[in-house]
């Protein structure tokens, strides 16, 4: 079993409606989740992270964690075709070193105009 | 501010070539990995400098590779003896404490 799952998609999702993204962690004992967004044949850019149970909303971004559930995800409202990409979920391994992330293979979401 | 600066951007050598990678992280930042990417995945830690000290480099293949961050500043990642496997995108990430990394370009490795 992968320790941070996501789908891999494509996500196809139309101009201005809103994507959600799926992440499941397997190590329960996680404290910190990152969102980064990689453009083909780019690096990956942070984009959001989230330590406590709830929702945290930056602009068109909203990150939700659920940790009894070991889930995160992420929503982009109002998509827009420069939101076309690869979202990768990154969660901290509390068994390893401090500041060890683990990260999934990646969302890839295409916005369609 | 200057993000994560790397070099070179690609490279392309036969298999059993060394090869050497350069970084030089976002000033004020302690903290530097070294993160490996193949196609497809995401990516995986090789090696973490908290300064001048490697703090996990449990996953970084010591038989060949091999990593140095002189004055807690710059790194150099190096292969040797490349092989085939190793074709791959070499990131190099820092952060001003442990969690929030910002990553570099990276370099893409082909290995022939």
């Known amino acids: 079993q992968k320790e941070v799952e996501q789908n891999s998609g494509p996500l196809s999702v139309p101009e201005g409606a809103i994507a959600s993204l799926n992440c499941t962690y397997s190590?329960?004992?996680?404290?910190?989740f990152f969102w980064y967004r990689q453009y083909s044949g780019k690096s990956p850019e942070l984009i959001m992270f989230?330590?406590?149970?709830g929702d945290k909303e930056d602009g068109r971004f909203t990150a939700q964690l659920n940790k009894a559930s070991q889930y995160v995800s992420l929503l982009i409202r109002d998509s827009q075709p420069s939101d076309s990409a690869t979202y990768l979920c990154?969660?901290?391994?509390?068994?390893?070193?401090?500041?060890?992330?683990?990260f999934g293979a990646g969302t890839q979401v295409v916005v369609t105009p | 501010e200057a993000g994560v600066v790397q070099s070179p951007r690609y490279k392309i050598i036969e298999k059993k070539q060394p090869v050497a990678f350069w970084c030089n992280p976002i000033?004020?930042?302690?903290?530097l990995y070294w993160y490996r990417q193949n196609l497809g995945q995401g990516p995986e830690l090789l090696i973490r400098?908290?300064?001048?000290?490697?703090?996990?480099d449990s996953q970084l293949p010591k038989d060949r590779f091999s990593a140095e961050r002189l004055k807690g500043v710059d790194s150099t990642l190096k292969i040797q003896p490349a092989e085939l496997g190793d074709s791959a995108v070499y990131l190099c990430?820092?952060?001003?404490?442990?969690?929030?990394?910002?990553f570099g370009p990276g370099t893409r490795l082909t290995v022939t």
């Open positions: 990430a820092s952060s001003p404490f442990s969690y929030e990394q910002y």
């Open positions: 190590d329960r004992g996680s404290q910190s």
């Open positions: 989230i330590y406590s149970n």
């Open positions: 990154a969660v901290t391994a509390t068994t390893d070193s401090w500041g060890k992330l683990q």
């Open positions: 000033s004020g930042h302690n903290t």
């Open positions: 400098y908290e300064n001048e000290e490697a703090v996990d």
